[in-house]
């Protein structure tokens, strides 16, 4: 069966340092992955999505950048962050665009 | 962009009770999904559901493409059914996954 990893749980940075959040999945080989952020309150914004090894679409333009060195992979970074960088960050994977999308646990990042 | 709309978005009721939550969106869609967000963050998958009927033991799901809208319905409430209930769906030849803003459900024993 397949599964999706994420750590770290909970991240507390300072302002300016750099970030690395990993996210992958076990048990299927080349699927759609997706980086989410939930800010304070509920909704979810979709950050970037990639269909492939070295492809990656960025949904809005911010601090972050996101990278998928292997098939399946997928990491947040950024250079220095921000206050306001602070959230609950979460990875997904699905088989394709047109199928279910499945949520790793997150990482609750507290930017200080 | 679509809109994806949930009401309520606050609800409590006490155990036993049943519920309807709703969500409402402005387009076509190719994949509808509800997620229940648990105290701890974990979007928990419930239903694919796109269009028709499905059950999964006291939660049931319906979705009316041609009228788009979804209906996700909880019987018999229990306290561990709290939480953060969320709509998604996707447009065809899309990639993003839109999210409603929830429904927030506090079951009280």
């Known amino acids: 069966s397949q599964t999706i990893h994420q750590w770290p749980a909970t991240l507390v940075q300072p302002v300016g340092s750099p970030l690395s959040l990993e996210c992958t999945v076990e048990g299927t080989s080349n699927p759609n992955l997706y980086w989410y952020r939930q800010a304070a309150g509920r909704g979810l914004q979709l950050l970037f999505y990639?269909?492939?090894?070295?492809?990656i679409s960025s949904e809005v333009p911010q601090n972050l950048s996101a990278s998928r060195p292997q098939d399946r992979q997928f990491i947040l970074s950024s250079k220095k962050l921000l206050l306001s960088d602070s959230g609950f960050y979460l990875c997904?994977?699905?088989?394709?665009?047109?199928?279910?999308?499945?949520f790793g646990s997150g990482t609750r990042l507290t930017v200080v | 962009g679509i809109q994806v709309e949930q009401s309520p978005p606050d609800l409590i009721l006490q155990e036993g009770a049943n519920s309807t939550l709703r969500c409402n969106f402005s387009?076509?869609?190719?994949?509808l999904q509800w997620f229940h967000q648990n105290p701890w963050g974990q979007l928990i998958n419930l239903f694919y559901?796109?269009?028709g009927t499905k059950q999964n033991g006291r939660l049931s799901a319906t979705t009316v493409a041609t009228e788009r809208y979804s209906l996700l319905y909880i019987s018999s409430s229990q306290t561990t059914d709290s939480g953060v209930y969320f709509c998604?769906?996707?447009?065809?030849?899309?990639?993003?996954?839109?999210f409603g803003q929830g429904t927030r459900l506090t079951i009280n024993p």
């Open positions: 998604a769906v996707r447009i065809q030849g899309a990639q993003k996954l839109v």
């Open positions: 990639s269909v492939g090894i070295g492809q």
């Open positions: 387009d076509s869609v190719n994949n």
């Open positions: 559901i796109p269009s």
């Open positions: 997904a994977w699905s088989v394709s665009a047109g199928y279910g999308y499945t």
